[in-house]
């Protein structure tokens, strides 16, 4: 996707890829609605971001929670008149434990992120990216979506083999 003068949102845009995202989306000549749920994190982007700032619009969302998700679209056409595509980068990694002495708010919080935090993002956007000549919904994984840590023997037998 060519960015110049369309307008990205990037979620996780605090830190991390997510402001490395926002940084060379906007030296690239997007607009971009960066989103965090940490605000002082946001502005700190802001900052990095210099000249190209006038490009860039904060958001404070919780991405687990569904009604801020569902606001955002209009909050980001409001500021920038449209919206040309998202990026789904936020996430967090639970501890690296056994599954056993892994607990349940641990587990319920990593999914309401990585996983529903992306399906509030793509369901709120996507009936504003379908009206757009061009619409784009790119998802960021980190190789733990692909890959088992501390695999036990009796895993490795049942898959065979693990390609990590």
């Known amino acids: 996707m060519k960015v110049l003068n369309k307008v990205i949102v990037v979620t996780g845009g605090?830190?991390?890829?997510?402001?490395?995202l926002v940084l060379l989306?906007?030296?690239?000549?997007?607009?971009?609605?960066?989103?965090?749920?940490?605000?002082?994190?946001?502005?700190?982007?802001a900052s990095l971001a210099g000249e190209r700032k006038g490009k860039l619009s904060?958001?404070?969302?919780?991405?687990?929670?569904?009604?801020?998700?569902?606001?955002?679209?209009?909050?980001?056409?409001?500021?920038?008149?449209?919206?040309?595509?998202i990026i789904n980068n936020a996430g967090i990694i639970q501890p690296f434990v056994k599954v056993s002495e892994l607990d349940y708010?641990?587990?319920?919080?990593?999914?309401?992120?990585?996983?529903y935090g992306t399906l509030y993002m793509t369901?709120?956007?996507?009936?504003h990216l379908k009206e757009r000549p061009v619409g784009h919904i790119t998802?960021?994984?980190?190789?733990?979506?692909?890959c088992l840590y501390q695999v036990?023997?009796?895993?490795?037998?049942?898959?065979r083999r693990l390609n990590c």
């Open 105 to 115: 708010e641990k587990i319920r919080l990593v999914m309401d992120v990585n996983f």
């Open 123 to 127: 369901k709120s956007f996507l009936p």
């Open 58 to 85: 904060l958001h404070k969302v919780n991405l687990k929670e569904q009604k801020e998700v569902e606001s955002l679209p209009d909050e980001v056409i409001g500021k920038h008149g449209a919206v040309d595509g």
């Open 25 to 45: 989306l906007l030296l690239k000549g997007a607009s971009v609605a960066a989103v965090d749920m940490n605000m002082d994190a946001l502005e700190e982007t």
């Open 139 to 146: 998802n960021i994984s980190s190789m733990g979506a692909f």
């Open 152 to 159: 036990k023997p009796y895993m490795v037998h049942r898959k």
């Open 14 to 20: 605090g830190n991390g890829i997510g402001r490395e």
